[in-house]
């Protein structure tokens, strides 16, 4: 069974530094991997989804990297802000594929995020 | 305006209620979910639906039911089975293929039982 794990659980850092967000994941056959953020109280926005073919993948101020072979991903964000303080979550679809459509995701624990001013 | 909108934002249950969630959307998406969020903690996958008329069982079924009978409505009913029910439940949906499967979510519903 897929077990996603996100370590730390909180992270705090002055605004401007670079953030680096971990999720490890147990089966390393997955599909895709996706990263979402949510605010206090929210729904979860989705950032990326990075393919099983694709190492790396980039939106404005946020990289999501890909290691397939170790059970990693890492979502970079760069020169960090206050309004980036959210909790970020990741989380990789469910083997085998559902048949008809969609798919099941596993979910990390997630990382809580404050960026200081 | 496309998305994906549940209600009420707020919901109280007293002991022995069943409660319905709504979840509507308008993207024209095949797939919905349901999910439970605890404090603190990941997503709980509780039901999904992959056509009309479908859906099976996730993770954590127990104590509640849903329908699909229109692709763009997939209520939740929390029903008194459901021993620990205050949670923070979110709906969302995915188009079809299962390589490029973004899920998409609601605001979400906070449930609590008086």
């Known amino acids: 069974k897929q077990e996603v794990t996100q370590i730390p659980a909180a992270l705090s850092v002055p605004e401007g530094e670079n953030l680096v967000l971990n999720c490890s994941f147990t089966?390393?056959?997955?599909?895709?991997l996706q990263w979402f953020r949510q605010d206090p109280g929210k729904g979860l926005t989705s950032l990326l989804l990075i393919q099983s073919s694709q190492r790396e993948q980039t939106s404005g101020r946020l990289n999501a990297s890909l290691d397939k072979s170790s059970g990693r991903s890492t979502l970079y964000i760069a020169a960090s802000q206050p309004g980036d303080s959210a909790t970020y979550l990741c989380?990789?679809?469910?083997?085998?594929?559902?048949?008809?459509?969609?798919?099941?995701?596993?979910f990390g624990g997630g990382t809580r995020v404050l960026v200081k001013p | 305006d496309g998305g994906i909108t549940q209600s009420p934002k707020y919901l109280f249950r007293k002991e022995g209620q069943n409660v319905t969630l709504s979840c509507e959307q308008n993207l024209n998406h095949d797939a919905m979910y349901w999910y439970r969020q605890d404090p603190g903690q990941g997503l709980r996958l509780i039901y999904y639906s992959q056509i009309v008329n479908d859906f099976q069982k996730g993770d954590i079924a127990e104590g509640y039911s849903v329908s699909r009978e229109k692709k763009e409505s997939f209520p939740l009913t929390v029903t008194s089975a459901q021993k620990n029910p205050t949670a923070f439940y979110l709906c969302?949906?995915?188009?079809?293929?299962?390589?490029?499967?973004?899920?998409?979510f609601g605001p979400g519903t906070r449930l609590t039982v008086l």
């Open positions: 089966d390393s056959a997955i599909y895709n």
């Open positions: 969302a949906s995915s188009m079809g293929s299962w390589s490029e499967n973004r899920q998409f």
């Open positions: 989380a990789v679809p469910s083997r085998p594929p559902l048949k008809a459509a969609g798919n099941k995701l596993t």
